[in-house]
């Protein structure tokens, strides 16, 4: 996909970008869980599905490209990492890769799977 690809209109589905936090209890133990760090627009391409044996069981295994606004850190790196997961229509992505469209700063490409 190039830049000149993507337009705005193309970003035609809500995503939610999850972010681990960790909270510290009364205890002083801290407890760890995934909140919503964003709510972006995105284009979702679904590019595979399948199953697998995971556990001893057959799990269904879906992946994803997703396209979204370039969003940057102050050093002008994507905000949004591997560490991030992805919900989309009740599932939850891991999130493999993280590129930057012809590095222009523009538009970034989520590359999902599983998540871990």
Same mark, same amino acid.
């Given at each position: ?17 999850? @972010?681990?936090? *960790?909270? +510290?209890?009364?205890?002083? /133990? ?11 627009? %995105? ?10 044996? @995971?556990?001893? *069981?057959? +799990?269904?295994?879906?992946? /994803? ?11 002008? %790196? ?39």
């Amino acid at each position: 996909m190039k830049c000149c690809d993507l337009t705005a209109t193309s970003l035609n589905r809500r995503i939610k970008v999850l @972010r681990r936090t *960790r909270t +510290a209890d009364d205890m002083g /133990a801290f407890k760890e869980a995934w909140e919503t760090h964003s709510e972006p627009f %995105a284009k979702v391409e679904w590019v595979g599905a399948g199953e697998a044996a @995971r556990y001893g *069981r057959i +799990a269904e295994t879906v992946s /994803a490209r997703v396209y979204i606004r370039f969003v940057g850190t102050a050093q002008n %790196a994507p905000a949004i990492t591997a560490d991030d997961r992805i919900e989309y229509q009740g599932r939850t992505f891991g999130i493999e890769g993280v590129k930057d469209v012809e590095d222009a700063r523009r538009w970034l490409e989520l590359t999902l799977g599983a998540a871990k």
